[in-house]
């Protein structure tokens, strides 16, 4: 039975995230109805994450198996055909049985945009978060380089979860800046809920002069997301790629 690939972009705004949940629409939901209005069968995707409401994606990896013959293009040109305008599949190729979405990938790309300027931005609000306050992303960038390597960052992690193993490695981590626009980047082999948003919470804290940029190594040595920043609104987070090998 042909494991099929895809890679969506969509826009989260709209929806209570990937997963399926009772009453809300969700993407996985979006495209699990994508693929029974192409097959008229009833077919269960995997996503490689579980993006939170509000947040979007520009790669995101979904798997499912099916009995169906069709090639890649095919798959993707059906597929756009039933999903809403806010999602797209934007490549589609069949792997082998052992391919998973979530499983097999060995590392995620996320971006978080912030928008730092006085005035509010009223084109990008659903797409950044808004700081109004001048951000040193010099000493942003400083607290960053704590994170970078193997820790445990149950600081950075949302409860209640379902995550048993708080261990995850950070391999890039680092804030620059467009003119008025900031852009964080962090990629790992996994992360935790919410981590993303936590961690970049806690950097704007640090750019704003609210702690000091060697903070975050006594934040991540405790082990208790009380001491670390506010959650980072969802809206200005991106699923940018997934990885495998």
Same mark, same amino acid.
């Given at each position: 039975?042909?494991?099929?690939?895809?890679?969506?972009?969509? *826009?989260?705004? =709209?929806?209570?995230?990937? &997963?399926?949940?009772?009453?809300?629409?969700?993407?996985? !939901?979006? @495209?699990? %109805?994508?693929?029974? /209005?192409?097959?008229?069968?009833?077919?269960?995707?995997?996503?490689? /994450?579980? %993006?939170?409401? /509000?947040?979007? =994606?520009?790669? &995101?990896?979904? #798997?499912? $198996?099916?009995? $169906?013959?069709?090639?890649?293009? !095919?798959?993707?040109?059906?597929?756009?055909?039933?999903?809403?305008?806010?999602?797209?599949?934007?490549?589609?190729?069949?792997?082998? *049985?052992?391919?998973?979405?979530?499983?097999?990938?060995?590392?995620?790309?996320?971006?978080?945009?912030?928008?730092?300027?006085?005035?509010?931005?009223?084109? *990008?609000?659903?797409?950044?978060?808004?700081?109004?306050?001048?951000?040193?992303?010099?000493?942003?960038?400083?607290?960053?380089?704590?994170?970078?390597?193997?820790?445990?960052? #149950? #600081?950075?992690?949302?409860?209640?979860? *379902?995550?048993?193993? +708080?261990?995850?490695?950070? !391999?890039?981590?680092? @804030?620059?800046?467009?003119?008025?626009?900031?852009? @964080?980047?962090?990629?790992?082999?996994?992360?935790?809920?919410?981590?993303?948003? #936590?961690?970049?919470?806690?950097?704007?804290?640090?750019?704003?002069?609210? $702690? +000091?940029? !060697?903070?975050? %190594?006594?934040?991540?040595?405790?082990?208790?997301?009380?001491?670390?920043?506010?959650?980072?609104?969802?809206?200005?987070?991106?699923? @940018?790629?997934?990885?495998?090998?």
């Amino acid at each position: 039975m042909p494991t099929v690939k895809l890679i969506l972009e969509y *826009d989260g705004t =709209a929806y209570a995230g990937w &997963q399926r949940q009772p009453n809300q629409p969700t993407i996985q !939901e979006a @495209v699990e %109805t994508a693929i029974t /209005g192409v097959t008229q069968l009833t077919v269960p995707v995997i996503g490689a /994450g579980r %993006t939170d409401a /509000g947040v979007h =994606a520009l790669g &995101q990896v979904a #798997s499912f $198996r099916i009995d $169906r013959d069709m090639t890649p293009r !095919e798959w993707t040109r059906a597929l756009n055909a039933h999903l809403p305008d806010a999602i797209a599949v934007q490549s589609t190729s069949l792997m082998p *049985d052992s391919f998973h979405a979530r499983y097999s990938a060995r590392g995620k790309l996320y971006e978080y945009r912030l928008v730092n300027r006085e005035a509010r931005p009223p084109l *990008d609000r659903q797409y950044c978060w808004h700081i109004y306050k001048p951000l040193n992303d010099a000493a942003m960038n400083q607290a960053a380089m704590a994170l970078i390597g193997s820790h445990d960052f #149950s #600081s950075f992690q949302t409860q209640p979860t *379902d995550n048993d193993d +708080p261990i995850c490695r950070i !391999e890039h981590l680092t @804030v620059f800046r467009h003119g008025d626009r900031l852009h @964080v980047e962090v990629y790992a082999d996994r992360f935790l809920k919410q981590m993303v948003r #936590s961690i970049v919470g806690t950097l704007v804290e640090v750019g704003l002069g609210k $702690r +000091p940029p !060697e903070s975050l %190594t006594t934040i991540l040595h405790a082990r208790d997301r009380s001491t670390a920043g506010k959650t980072a609104p969802a809206q200005g987070l991106f699923l @940018v790629r997934v990885d495998y090998d």
